[in-house]
């Protein structure tokens, strides 16, 4: 019976499923939206797996780099901890709406021991409308030929967000990688002045509906002169272009972005947490 309660893995005919409940929650699912419909639920072309106790309508969750739970009630959250503690931990952060992710991690904390910090509130922006302040025309799309100019700032903007330097481990060849996709794919974009970065934000996942920006960062040199806003609000403009709306999610004590994002017309449409993990 207790056999029956738990967590199963979801696979390809579960696919309709579960792409029915990620368009109910568009902005907060986003994330794994994107994954899902370019990739389908093969956890090898995912690199990750979809986790469901019952069906995907009543609970479901993604495993990944990120553990993310997007459906469910107190027994599926601990059914989806009791999963993810029988293996070794892959995942480097718990995230997601903020009434799912603290309360899962309640019941890993005891298995994974003190997270390295948790952002227990990260306000979550869309912005569907045309942004409030005029967007920056000289921050554009980044050349695949300017990845060194770029790296720099994405570098930066890593470790004041993130606390720690993507470069450890491996000199930072992955994370040139990562940003070498990015830019590859019209999902990294900037302002440059005389070579520098002086402003940078990616389009970090983009579902059929909607696309979220990340990495947002302003020399800090140059804050306070506006340029995160009106950056902010040229990505925005690009996303909605295609036809999604822009989303964002921000730490609370984060106050200048906070109004910067308000000066834009970003909104709040639900509340995000995020655990950080050594």
Same mark, same amino acid.
């Given at each position: ?7 199963r ?11 029915r ?7 907060a ?23 469901s106790?019952?069906?995907?309508a ?15 009630g107190?027994?599926d959250?601990?059914a989806? *901890? &009791?999963?993810?503690s029988?293996? @070794? ?5 718990l995230?997601g709406?903020a009434?799912?992710?603290l309360?899962?991690?309640d019941?890993?904390? #005891? ?10 509130e990260q ?6 409308a ?5 967007? &920056? ?14 790296? @720099?700032?994405?570098i ?5 967000e993130?606390?720690? &330097?993507?470069?450890?481990g491996d000199?930072?060849?992955? !994370?040139?990688?990562r940003v070498?996709n990015?830019? #590859?794919s019209?999902r ?10 002086? !402003? ?6 983009? #579902?059929? *509906?909607?696309g ?7 020399? @800090? ?16 403009q ?9 989303s964002? !999610?921000?730490? #609370? ?6 109004r ?17 993990? &050594?």
């Amino acid at each position: 019976m207790l056999k029956l309660l738990g967590a199963r893995q979801l696979g390809g005919r579960d696919i309709s499923q579960v792409l029915r409940v990620l368009e109910t929650d568009p902005v907060a699912a986003c994330m794994v939206a994107a994954r899902v419909q370019q990739s389908g639920l093969d956890p090898r072309v995912l690199q990750g797996e979809m986790w469901s106790r019952g069906g995907p309508a009543e609970s479901l969750c993604f495993a990944g780099a990120n553990l993310i739970p997007l459906l469910g009630g107190t027994d599926d959250l601990r059914a989806f *901890a &009791d999963r993810a503690s029988r293996f @070794p931990r892959m995942c480097s952060s718990l995230v997601g709406r903020a009434e799912l992710t603290l309360p899962l991690w309640d019941v890993l904390e #005891s298995e994974w021991g003190s997270p390295r910090e948790i952002r227990s509130e990260q306000p979550l922006l869309a912005l569907d409308a045309r942004p409030r302040v005029r967007p &920056d025309p000289h921050v554009r799309q980044v050349r695949m030929g300017e990845i060194d100019a770029y790296l @720099p700032a994405a570098i930066a903007m890593f470790i004041e967000e993130v606390g720690v &330097d993507p470069r450890a481990g491996d000199g930072g060849h992955s !994370y040139r990688r990562r940003v070498a996709n990015l830019i #590859s794919s019209g999902r990294a974009w900037a302002r440059f002045e005389d070579g520098r970065v002086v !402003y940078k934000a990616e389009v970090g996942s983009m #579902s059929a *509906a909607v696309g979220q920006i990340q990495g947002v960062w302003v020399d @800090p040199a140059r804050r306070g002169e506006g340029l995160g806003a009106a950056g902010t609000a040229a990505v925005a403009q690009a996303v909605m272009a295609r036809g999604r709306v822009a989303s964002l !999610y921000v730490n #609370s004590y984060n106050e200048r972005a906070r109004r910067a994002y308000a000066r834009v017309g970003f909104t709040q449409v639900a509340t995000f947490a995020t655990v950080l993990l &050594d």
